[in-house]
């Protein structure tokens, strides 16, 4: 079984620029997660999806981030304009069911640094 | 609010000793509580789980874990560490309710020595 593809797996931008991260969660699962993980800390929460709707972005920064799941399969998260501290790992996650009980499955990440 | 609280943020072991890794978390009801590993550049991966039942937990990796109610703790084992565990290792509590993503401590990184 195919786990859960991100891309790209590192990226470098300038502060003030654009920046896009794709994820292509394991098929079937419905609920989809964006975490960030700044570098010393456990992964926070950004975006929770359950199929194309939004269950949970009460911790996303709106006024710079966004994200989608259009079709209930793949999703990309955006950042316009970065900031110096947006540089984290982006994790992407995704789950069969929205239970508590439930593994959720991770990528391995996108790397951004701003400079 | 779920909370968990990894006390230690670097341990280091040396290699066929055994291991301890503490993890305490704050929840009104019982939780579902996950260990994961993250090897560097890698995605996170499941250790073990505690949903109910049985409060030790056996996961992949030769790992344990004990859930301990009274303390609201759940502290993961290993009786003899080989150097490819070293990795970062994070604590996360689910809630019983649907649509709760899991919260996860800081992380601890165990360093092996040979």
């Known amino acids: 079984e195919a786990g859960v593809a991100q891309s790209p797996r590192y990226k470098i931008i300038e502060k003030r620029q654009s920046v896009a991260f794709w994820c292509n969660p394991i098929?079937?699962?419905?609920?989809l997660y964006w975490y960030q993980q700044i570098l010393g800390q456990g992964p926070k929460l950004l975006i929770q999806?359950?199929?194309?709707?939004?269950?949970?972005d009460s911790q996303l920064p709106k006024d710079r981030f966004s994200a989608e799941r259009l079709k209930g399969v793949d999703s990309t998260l955006k950042i316009q304009p970065a900031k110096l501290e947006d540089s984290a790992v982006y994790l992407c996650?995704?789950?069969?069911?929205?239970?508590?009980?439930?593994?959720?499955?991770f990528g391995q990440g996108t790397r951004l640094t701003v400079v | 609010a779920q909370s968990v609280t990894q006390p230690d943020i670097h341990i280091t072991v040396s290699e066929g000793a055994s291991l301890e890794l503490r993890c305490n978390y704050s929840?009104?009801?019982?939780?579902?509580l996950f260990w994961y590993v993250q090897s560097p550049g890698q995605g996170l991966q499941l250790l073990l789980k505690?949903?109910?039942?049985?409060?030790l937990v056996q996961g992949i990796k030769g790992f344990e874990a004990e859930f301990k109610r009274s303390q609201s703790s759940f502290n993961l084992r290993k009786p003899s560490v080989h150097w490819s565990d070293a990795a970062e290792y994070f604590c996360?509590?689910?809630?019983?309710?649907?649509?709760?993503?899991?919260?996860f401590g800081k992380g601890t990184t165990l360093s092996v020595s040979s």
């Open positions: 996650a995704s789950s069969p069911s929205r239970q508590g009980n439930t593994e959720a499955f």
């Open positions: 098929s079937g699962h419905a609920t």
């Open positions: 999806f359950q199929n194309n709707g939004v269950v949970d």
């Open positions: 929840y009104g009801a019982t939780p579902y």
């Open positions: 505690y949903f109910s039942g049985d409060t």
């Open positions: 996360a509590v689910g809630a019983w309710q649907a649509g709760t993503a899991l919260i």
